[in-house]
């Protein structure tokens, strides 16, 4: 499987491309976010730079993103670009999005580590099933 990529967001609200990182890397990397579930920031830029990453795959630019409102309030957004097939497709056909509210840091762990061993279309089909 290609690499995964972690993004981040800076106090600016740029995106912050990091290197490939392994699943424990990564699960590392969500638990430092959540571990700021409860912080109290003054600046809403403050606020989204500790809260809110990201893991994309290099191969096909899926991504999920998570922003740890609250510890039991984590939005999770995946993405799965659509390859275009046919020029109708590239011109209606746009990224496949699912997104969920996660209740718990087992639930932000689980999603990460699907991300990091299922294909995205599975992935997708689950979360949606869960609606």
Known sequence: MAGIVWYSIDRELNTVDHEPVSLAEALEIAQRYYGNADKEH???????????????????????????????????????????????SRVFGGPTQVERNLESWSEVAARIEEFFSLEPAVMASRLRAEA
Request: hydrophobic share 40%; glycine share 6%; aromatic share 8%.
């Open 42 to 88: 003054e600046q809403a830029e403050d606020a989204i730079a500790e809260t809110m990453f990201g893991f994309e795959r290099e191969s096909d630019g899926a991504f999920i993103e998570l922003c740890v409102n609250g510890r039991s309030r984590v939005s999770c957004k995946l993405e799965i670009p659509r390859p275009a097939k046919s020029w109708l």
